[in-house]
């Protein structure tokens, strides 16, 4: 495999442990980073964003703040990744979906999918890598700012749950419009799916020229679906996304990152999720971890799980919980996180105890092996 064409343009990685759990290779500690990373429960990131006067989709759209905002969290903890401030929602807007958040009202769509006539509104030939240059811009700008402290993870939605979003408006809905379409519409749904794979193939392959080290698609309504859906209409598509991404890449002779996947509540898919070509298999806070690691087997890294309500607990609680979940995940080939995002109204000093906790008990069981 040739060397990655970019390396040249950083500084040399000092810390590669969230790199080599990836891949499979031996760890002297646990990596830990988290969901939600940056944004509202760190007091720098609303005193930011108060004294900018801007929106949530600004700060997206402007690099270096986009940067500024990925480097928060790693100024308070010892984290060992860093992810790009941005949102799933960023394909669904270079397709012409107007789309804003506000605070109090949540996400605002100029636009929704009602009926398959709805798809000709979209902008089916943009070049996203075009349109959406804004987070390359922030990627290469951030991996320099890094200096090479962690590696930086870049990010997409998967095809079903952009889907969803454009459907629906929202990750919840009194009605299941979105899978009414998968039903009633179900080749239109297929042309959709297709569109958003296609786009967040090139979307992702521009990350990684951008300065990417990994990648993680998020298909966080994935266990909305049952097991003959998402093997229809899910999973084929998150496949092609891990394959295509690879084959691409190495067309470039740019080589391939670690891919991580996160299909939430999808329990029923985990074995297959192993088997489409990700790197890591990401699982919510709902299954047991021995449980997990059979249906993924030895082969593929696992990440995650801690209920991120446990953030909430006592110092003590929280380290209890930290340490039996490195106890039953193991310290090879797992790459701690939460089960999901950190919730905004948790305490920042119990994120720190949460990231603090993964290395020193990892590092204890590490050196009695």
């Not at 009414?180 to 020229?209: C, E």
């Not at 298909?219 to 496949?239: H, I, M, T, V, W």
């Not at 509540?265 to 088997?275: N, P």
């Not at 039953?328 to 990231?355: C, M, P, S, W």
Request: aromatic share 10%; with cysteine.
């Amino acid at each position: 495999m040739a060397a990655p064409l970019i390396t040249q343009f950083f500084p040399p990685l000092k810390n590669d442990l969230i790199l080599r759990a990836a891949k499979g290779e031996k760890t002297e500690r646990v990596p830990v980073w988290l969901m939600r990373q940056a944004g509202r429960y760190l007091p720098e990131y609303n005193q930011f964003k108060k004294d900018n006067s801007v929106s949530f989709f600004e700060m997206v759209r402007t690099p270096s703040m986009a940067c500024e905002i990925t480097l928060q969290p790693l100024k308070r903890f010892d984290l060992d990744a860093a992810i790009i401030f941005s949102d799933i929602l960023v394909i669904p807007q270079a397709l012409g979906v107007g789309i804003e958040i506000e605070d109090g009202k949540g996400m605002i769509f100029d636009f929704l999918l009602n009926t398959p006539e709805d798809l000709n509104k979209l902008n089916t030939v943009v070049d996203v890598t075009q349109e959406l240059h804004y987070v390359m811009d922030a990627i290469t700008l951030t991996r320099q700012t890094l200096e090479g402290k962690v590696p930086l993870i870049g990010f997409a939605g998967a095809p079903w749950t952009i889907m969803k979003f454009m459907i629906e408006g929202g990750s919840s809905s009194p009605l299941p419009k979105a899978r009414r379409w998968l039903v009633q519409y179900p080749d239109a749904s297929r042309q959709l799916l297709q569109l958003l794979t296609s786009k967040t193939v090139d979307y992702l392959v521009a990350q990684v020229k951008a300065g990417a080290q990994l990648l993680q698609v998020f298909d966080s309504c994935a266990g909305e679906l049952g097991p003959y859906q998402f093997n229809k209409f899910a999973l084929p598509y998150l496949r092609e996304i891990a394959y295509c991404v690879r084959e691409k890449l190495n067309d470039q002779q740019i080589e391939h990152v670690p891919m991580t996947v996160f299909a939430k509540d999808a329990h029923f898919a985990l074995e297959d999720l192993s088997k489409c070509g990700y790197d890591v298999v990401s699982i919510d806070w709902t299954i047991k971890p021995a449980h997990a690691r059979r249906m993924i087997g030895s082969r593929i890294t696992v990440q995650g799980n801690l209920d991120p309500s446990m953030l909430y607990a006592s110092t003590d609680d929280l380290k209890h919980e930290v340490k039996t979940m490195v106890e039953k995940f193991g310290t090879q080939r797992y790459i701690a996180n939460l089960g999901h995002g950190v919730h905004k109204d948790v305490n920042f000093e119990n994120v720190k105890t949460f990231v603090d906790a993964i290395h020193m008990y990892s590092e204890e069981i590490n050196a009695t092996l």
